[in-house]
């Protein structure tokens, strides 16, 4: 290509700072160095996290930042020390590494790794390192990715290469989103087949965690959000019972009590809010029940009575579906292809980079499922 070993000028989609706008900027994209790669951005989606970090999470030093974790494109160019990946590879960023060499990576226990932009600045969202400038300005990139730019800079141990027939506007939502229900479901819940869940929050995420409990052969899924518009979506994944908590007096756990007889098998909380995180625990039943978080949030302590857990449930946590991303990616890829898993009907709008704002205000006021952001 005629832009390798050059500095690439692009457009990106710029947070200058908290609570504000994105500005559509031209940045500068530096070539690759040892162990990177540089990466054509075709398509990306809009997730909960970015905002999280732009409207909630606020950290002073986490700004000016290019947004964006959940893309897909092609590599551009490679540094010295790349060997994994050509020119031309079909890829999709990580934000969570694997370099395969640390104690977790060698574990089969997690898909954490010591390597890698959370390394100690989990609260920031970003390395301090990065390759993107604008306005002589050094350019944070969120979570190691930054996929709300034309063009962005990886280390080659946070990419997974994928299927040459992989559609770049579809499995960009394996960079998030799906891996992070489904997996929170079949990996880290680990769900049986004959039971009973619960899924709060029916976001993108929430609904991958419904389509993770039907995938896993459960045979009640409880789908519980207070946008009943939500419902008929829910109902394509599998869901087979609704609850608005909004149309009951008593809490919610309360009321799944009574519904399964004491409690759910399994319940997964995917909307990132610590109440919730305690009436999703507290909807298991005693003895054996299982609850997940998987809503991202580091805002507020969690809490809940003791008895809870002394009573035999077990509450536990879920980062990326529990998938070694690069392992676990191309898997779920060729799981699409296949037809085992579904993508297109997450996707309810698709816009142009430009339009970034616009998609964000419909994932603010519950509009949307995914928006997909074309770059190319």
Not at 17 to 46: C, M, Q, S, W, Y
Not at 77 to 105: A, H, M, Y
Not at 130 to 147: D, P
Not at 265 to 273: A, H, I, P, Q
Request: proline share 4%.
């Amino acid at each position: 290509m005629a832009t390798v070993g050059k500095v690439i000028r692009c457009k990106a989609a710029v947070a200058w700072e908290a609570n504000k706008p994105l500005v559509i900027e031209e940045i500068e994209v530096d070539v690759p160095h040892t162990n990177e790669i540089r990466i054509k951005i075709f398509a990306t989606g809009v997730c909960h996290t970015d905002l999280y970090h732009l409207f909630e999470g606020k950290h002073k030093d986490g700004f000016p930042v290019v947004l964006g974790h959940e893309g897909a494109g092609i590599v551009e160019s490679v540094g010295p020390g790349v060997t994994e990946f050509l020119p031309g590879d079909k890829v999709i960023p990580l934000f969570i590494s694997q370099c395969g060499e640390c104690r977790f990576c060698q574990s089969p226990k997690t898909n954490q790794c010591e390597k890698g932009w959370a390394n100690g600045r989990h609260d920031v969202m970003s390395s301090a390192d990065t390759r993107f400038t604008c306005k002589g300005q050094k350019v944070l990139q969120f979570v190691g990715t930054s996929t709300f730019s034309e063009y962005t800079v990886v280390n080659q141990i946070a990419v997974a290469k994928v299927d040459p027939s992989a559609p770049l506007h579809k499995v960009c939502l394996l960079g998030c989103c799906v891996c992070t229900g489904f997996g929170a479901a079949v990996n880290t819940a680990k769900v049986e087949p004959g039971s009973t869940c619960a899924v709060f929050g029916l976001g993108a995420v929430g609904l991958a965690a419904v389509m993770g409990c039907h995938t896993a052969g459960a045979k009640r899924i409880i789908a519980i959000d207070v946008n009943p518009d939500k419902f008929e979506k829910a109902k394509v994944f599998g869901a087979t019972d609704f609850l608005n908590p909004n149309d009951h007096s008593e809490p919610i756990s309360q009321v799944l009590s009574k519904m399964t007889n004491g409690g759910v098998d399994f319940s997964l909380e995917c909307v990132g809010n610590v109440g919730v995180m305690r009436n999703a625990l507290e909807s298991c039943i005693k003895g054996w029940g299982v609850s997940v978080l998987v809503g991202w949030t580091d805002m507020h302590d969690i809490a809940t009575r003791p008895i809870q857990l002394i009573a035999g449930r077990t509450w536990k946590g879920s980062l990326f579906g529990g998938f070694k991303g690069k392992d676990g990616v191309p898997q779920m890829v060729m799981a699409y292809l296949d037809k085992k898993v579904k993508l297109d009907e997450f996707i309810t709008h698709n816009m142009p980079l430009e339009s970034v704002n616009d998609a964000i205000e419909l994932m603010k006021h519950g509009k949307c499922i995914r928006t997909i952001l074309t770059l190319e």
